[in-house]
């Protein structure tokens, strides 16, 4: 991790808590979350997966493309970084993916193949409550992280997760798991729009997604509500027609 300021660590943690907002949005707060710890340690990408009401993970964000599909991988095979940090609520430290087949034998190739080299797995915990788990994935070979850096974004991981659980408190009409839910059908349509507006403009999916989440927080809305406009009639959204 480079240095980075106490007053931009201080800002970073704040948003990793901030939940207890009106209109109130899973899916951005989750995508910021990885945003933020992707750049926290300058790493190649980051992905984040939340636990659903049977105790599955589920995929719900990721900084790119190419880390979804490493993710939703790593759920197919049911092997990597994030179930096992998530199942045994240790953090996974400087693997160094080209050496960890033994451990992985079919996450670890694909995640080489995708260009990465290192990965770090932290779980989203409450004391003995594990939620998910985020991962940080390096394009270097090994000891990506300094022994300073672990404390930190393990610290970000346990205050993001006692800002989902202190949502879920306050708002007791909706429990976590319908909100879970309510989540990852959200993800279906948003998926679907990054598709359509990347085709529409010729752009990549990642360009397309930058687009739309910088529109949705532009306007005040909600990135499903947004997502479902550019499926359903995209020439309500003119700022997005736009190349």
């Not at 931009?8 to 979350?33: G, K, P, Q, Y």
């Amino acid at each position: 991790m480079n240095t980075v300021s106490a007053e931009r660590l201080a800002t970073i943690f704040v948003e990793a808590a901030d939940t207890l907002v009106d209109e109130f949005d899973l899916l951005e707060f989750l995508h910021m979350l990885t945003d933020r710890a992707r750049s926290l340690v300058e790493a190649a990408a980051a992905g984040l997966m939340l636990a659903d009401e049977r105790g599955q993970l589920e995929f719900m964000a990721g900084s790119d493309e190419n880390v979804r599909l490493v993710e939703l991988f790593q759920l197919q095979n049911d092997q990597g970084p994030c179930l096992e940090a998530f199942r045994t609520g240790q953090p996974i430290i400087n693997i160094d993916l080209g050496a960890a087949t033994d451990r992985w034998s079919r996450f670890a190739p694909r995640a080489v193949e995708a260009g990465f080299r290192s990965v770090h797995a932290f779980p989203l915990r409450l004391r003995t409550q594990v939620i998910g788990a985020l991962n940080i994935f390096g394009s270097s070979a090994g000891g990506d992280f300094h022994p300073a850096d672990v404390p930190i974004m393990q610290a970000l991981a346990d205050v993001a997760t006692i800002g989902l659980m202190q949502e879920r408190a306050i708002r007791r009409s909706e429990a976590l798991t319908e909100q879970l839910q309510g989540a990852l059908n959200s993800r279906i349509i948003i998926e679907q729009a990054k598709g359509a507006l990347a085709q529409v403009h010729g752009i990549t999916v990642d360009e397309a997604f930058r687009r739309i989440r910088a529109y949705a927080r532009n306007n005040n809305r909600r990135l499903t509500e947004v997502s479902e406009l550019i499926v359903t009639d995209l020439t309500r959204l003119p700022g997005l027609m736009q190349p």
